[in-house]
């Protein structure tokens, strides 16, 4: 079974086409569990805690890499 090329890779900057905050790809494949591409994604809360989630590759989209300061 081929499997369909990831279309965002680590290090990408990324956010949920629902919305929310920029977040780094730091992995990027497939899972056992579940079809398709799935990514692991960082980013910080608002009390500046890391957070780290998997998600499904269609629920997310680029951002811009410029980020408010």
């Known amino acids: ?4 090329k990831p279309t965002f890779r680590a290090g ?3 956010k949920l086409k629902s ?3 920029p977040m780094t790809v730091t992995w990027s494949g497939p899972v056992l569990f579940a079809p398709g591409n799935w990514l692991i994604c960082q980013w910080f809360s608002d009390a500046g805690e890391l957070q780290q989630e998997m998600f499904p590759e269609e ?3 680029r951002t811009s890499r410029v980020l408010a300061a």
């Open 59 to 61: 629920t997310l989209e």
């Open 1 to 4: 079974m081929r499997r369909p």
């Open 12 to 14: 990408d900057v990324l």
């Open 19 to 21: 919305g929310g905050r």
